[in-house]
């Protein structure tokens, strides 16, 4: 068709094509950013106004379900492209994480205002906030050091992980992933009568990081020949038991206080 049409319009029917193309080319490309903001958008995290248990507790779990979000996918992209070898993707995921760290040490600075604020019948609440926030914390500065740690050591051409360190963290990663996503589900939907169980399956994964800690020792008496590759490795496994922990902490927050928020 588009043969025929320049066939019959020449030059002129050229021109048109090209100007049809480029506007095409545009508008998709307007409509792709607009999107990437609005998802941006509905991923930032926003600082806390309430001055109740209540309310801290209903604005936090939207915090908290957007950092489990934004976790997985920085997790997702670092084991990925450590194991590939991609740098493009682990300066992506390096960046992200960043961005994450900056965003919660924002709501961090605003506790002076959110304490000044609180009724003085409330001053429980900012406890509980403070709380949330130092979890919030060690979990992203976990997922900090793993993806800059991750990204330092493909960016200096050391050796990639061995096949049986892919697969331990692959496993590791899933588990996690899979855990935070149906644990996202809780805080959306501020069921937190659902959080004991995992509680416990974060336990359960936190006992099989330690299994990989152990046995990653034991290859390195006998086996692993990369002083590098070994700390790496090392350091990826004790940064995901800290962040494991982490979760667990701020689980706990919230299967007490979810209970009788105004207590």
């Known amino acids: 068709i588009v043969a025929y049409l320049i ?36 991923d930032s ?16 779990s939207d915090n908290i379900s957007k950092v489990l979000k934004r976790v997985n996918k920085i997790n997702e992209n670092t084991v990925g492209g450590l194991i ?10 390096k960046d992200t994480v960043t961005k994450l760290e900056t965003e919660i040490d924002d709501i961090q600075n605003n506790i002076f205002f959110f304490i000044k604020n609180l009724d003085e019948s409330y001053v429980k609440a900012s406890k509980l906030y403070i709380d949330v926030i130092s979890d ?28 049986n360190q892919s697969k331990e963290l692959i496993e590791v990663q899933t588990k996690l992933a899979d855990i935070f996503t149906r644990i996202r589900t809780v805080f959306d939907e501020r069921k937190f009568k659902s959080i004991p169980p995992f509680i ?3 336990r359960l994964l936190l006992g099989d990081v330690r299994k990989h800690i152990h046995a990653q020792v034991e290859r390195t008496r006998t086996t692993e020949s990369s002083p590098k590759n070994t700390t790496l490795y090392f350091s990826i496994l004790l940064e995901t038991k800290d962040l494991i922990k982490a979760s667990i902490n701020l689980l706990e927050i919230y299967a007490y206080e979810g209970k009788n928020p105004e207590e």
């Open 84 to 93: 590939n070898q991609d740098l493009a993707v682990l300066k992506k995921a």
């Open 45 to 60: 995290l926003s600082k806390a106004e309430s001055n109740s248990i209540h309310g801290v507790i209903e604005e936090s």
């Open 136 to 163: 919030l914390q060690d979990i992203a500065q976990s997922c900090s050091f793993i993806a800059k740690a991750s990204h330092k050591h493909v960016l200096n051409n050391h050796k990639a992980l061995k096949r």
């Open 7 to 42: 066939h019959l319009g020449g030059g002129t029917m050229i021109a048109i094509l090209l100007l049809f193309a480029i506007l095409l080319l545009t508008r998709n490309y307007l409509k792709h950013k607009k999107r990437t903001r609005v998802i941006k958008a509905e």
């Open 200 to 202: 416990e399956e974060l």
